[in-house]
């Protein structure tokens, strides 16, 4: 089983829709998630991180925690043809004497004007 | 501004040849990391700096060497380049304390023939 993983899409969604990617870890002493994006040739920027379980908002974004599920979620609403890109799940690793960063694959979003 | 910069964008290397990638990032950050990101894969940790002299392996350090002679710079080394080394190699750093908070380089684009 991988550590982190996403389906790898690509995601089709209508402008103005909501997007949602999904994301599933097997550590479960895992303390922090984040979602990366990239754009196609670019390098990966920080959009979101979570570390509590529930629900963090930040303007379109919504990121969505549940430890006991092991699942960690990215809701974009209103989706915007410039929030096509690949979004890349990463948790920490515990029990390690420097929290590692372990990303997922990836999501490919495509938003459909 | 934050800047990782990587000291190619695309690079073409033999077999059996060394390589050097470099990286430098002027933040003034403790941490730097080497990553591969192979299709499907996602991100793979192959080294990680954080202090000058001070390295530790990732997941993949096989092949692979690093040099960290200076704060700012991060060197990743390819004693005998193999074919299996073909891929995009990112560089990224982050502050003490925050080692989640990645700030990523453009990426080196290498293929070995």
């Known amino acids: 089983q991988k550590e982190v993983e996403q389906n790898s899409g690509p995601l089709s969604v209508p402008e103005g829709a909501i997007a949602s990617l999904n994301c599933t870890y097997s550590?479960?002493?895992?303390?922090?998630f984040f979602w990366y994006r990239q754009y196609s040739g670019k390098s990966p920027e920080l959009i979101m991180f979570?570390?509590?379980?529930g629900d963090k908002e930040d303007g379109r974004f919504t990121a969505q925690l549940n430890k006991a599920s092991q699942y960690v979620s990215l809701l974009i609403r209103d989706s915007q043809p410039s929030d096509s890109a690949t979004y890349l799940c990463?948790?920490?690793?515990?029990?390690?004497?420097?929290?590692?960063?372990?990303f997922g694959p990836g999501t490919s979003l495509s938003v459909i004007p | 501004d934050v800047k990782v910069t990587q000291s190619s964008r695309y690079l073409v290397k033999r077999t059996g040849e060394k390589v050097f990638l470099e990286c430098v990032q002027d933040?003034?950050?403790?941490?730097m990391f080497w990553y591969r990101q192979d299709p499907g894969l996602g991100l793979r940790l192959i080294y990680f700096?954080?202090?000058?002299?001070?390295?530790e392996k990732g997941d993949i350090p096989e092949g692979y060497s690093v040099s960290r002679e200076k704060k700012e710079r991060f060197s990743l080394i390819l004693e005998s380049a193999s074919t299996n080394q073909t891929s995009m190699y990112l560089c990224?750093?982050?502050?003490?304390?925050?080692?989640?908070?990645?700030?990523f380089g453009p990426g080196t684009r290498l293929t070995v023939t």
């Open positions: 700096s954080y202090d000058v002299k001070m390295k």
């Open positions: 550590d479960r002493g895992s303390q922090s």
């Open positions: 990224a750093s982050s502050p003490l304390g925050s080692a989640y908070e990645q700030y």
């Open positions: 933040m003034d950050h403790e941490n």
């Open positions: 979570i570390y509590s379980n």
């Open positions: 990463a948790v920490t690793r515990s029990g390690t004497s420097y929290d590692k960063v372990i």
